[in-house]
């Protein structure tokens, strides 16, 4: 039992899961080209924005003292822009960094002016920034990384939260069902049955709690329909399983993906469910006991 509660086991663990089908989805998901091209049917469904629950996580925040007037934040990940710009309504001096150009341009087309001085947008890969250089270590007052793949391993968590003096926000998949068409395509593709169990962020959660930092931890279920169009999910899925699949070559891909997608479309248009449980676990950075 000691060893749960000891920072080096959780560590190891958390290493191990480079061998799982969970680690290679990831790795699916990690690219900026994977998400240049979700970005055109991300944040569409008013059911998806609704399951963001932003609400929900300023008022942990709040709870936690981590928002008040002028507080300065990063935000890694910022995606479309719900959050960061949420926080600057709320008196935050925000700093959004995403990798994916295709995401940073629909964060700029819903930016209003009277919030552009108050966000700084970073078009950048969290992996390669040199937060010394930048003098981002203990700079900001809240580091906040929600649904984001630049803190999917121990290194860039722990860079993550080397830039905060005050406190850190984490939202991750605690559960998921992946949906229909990655499960059948990575049966084609892969040629063995998909087993995606995400857990980076029960990995990050037992760390913290090792470390003697004590989050506020909630769940919440999700669970919205996404209407694509077949050429949109065809560039997805192609952006996926390029970085996914090291034995079939492009071609062989784009044949396999284009038949399925055929297949399963109506009118050229492609139905996707998403549905699963997210973690939110909110915490100082310094220690309780």
Avoid at 12 to 28: F, L, P, R
Avoid at 37 to 50: I, L, P, R
Avoid at 93 to 106: E, I, K, N, P
Avoid at 141 to 160: E, H, Q, R, Y
Wanted: charged share 25%.
């Amino acid at each position: 039992m000691d060893s749960i509660f000891n920072q080096t086991f959780w560590i190891n663990e958390w290493e191990k899961d480079k061998s799982s089908d969970t680690y290679a989805v990831h790795k699916g998901f990690s690219t900026p080209q994977y998400w240049d091209k979700a970005s055109t049917t991300y944040d569409t469904s008013k059911k998806e924005v609704q399951d963001r629950r932003l609400e929900k996580a300023l008022g942990l925040l709040r709870q936690k003292g981590l928002l008040f007037d002028g507080m300065r934040v990063l935000e890694i990940g910022c995606g479309t822009g719900l959050l960061a710009m949420a926080l600057a309504e709320n008196g935050a001096r925000v700093t959004a960094m995403d990798f994916s150009q295709g995401m940073l341009d629909r964060f700029y087309e819903r930016l209003s002016p009277d919030m552009a001085d108050q966000i700084t947008i970073l078009s950048d890969d969290w992996h390669s920034i040199d937060i010394q250089k930048k003098g981002w270590e203990k700079h900001f007052d809240l580091v906040i990384a929600f649904m984001s793949p630049g803190v999917a391993n121990v290194t860039s968590f722990f860079k993550m939260m080397a830039c905060s003096k005050n406190g850190c926000a984490i939202r991750g998949w605690a559960a998921r069902q992946q949906h229909q068409i990655l499960t059948d395509l990575w049966k084609k593709i892969m040629d063995t049955a998909l087993e995606d169990k995400p857990q980076s962020i029960l990995f990050k959660i037992n760390l913290l709690f090792s470390m003697g930092l004590f989050p506020d931890i909630v769940f919440d279920t999700v669970e919205w329909d996404q209407q694509i169009s077949l050429e949109q999910e065809f560039d997805s899925q192609m952006a996926f399983f390029s970085k996914v699949s090291d034995t079939k070559s492009v071609k062989v891909l784009e044949k396999i993906i284009r038949e399925y997608l055929e297949s399963i479309s109506s009118q050229k248009i492609i139905t996707k469910k998403q549905k699963g449980l997210t973690a939110t676990a909110v915490f100082s950075v310094k220690p309780l006991l």
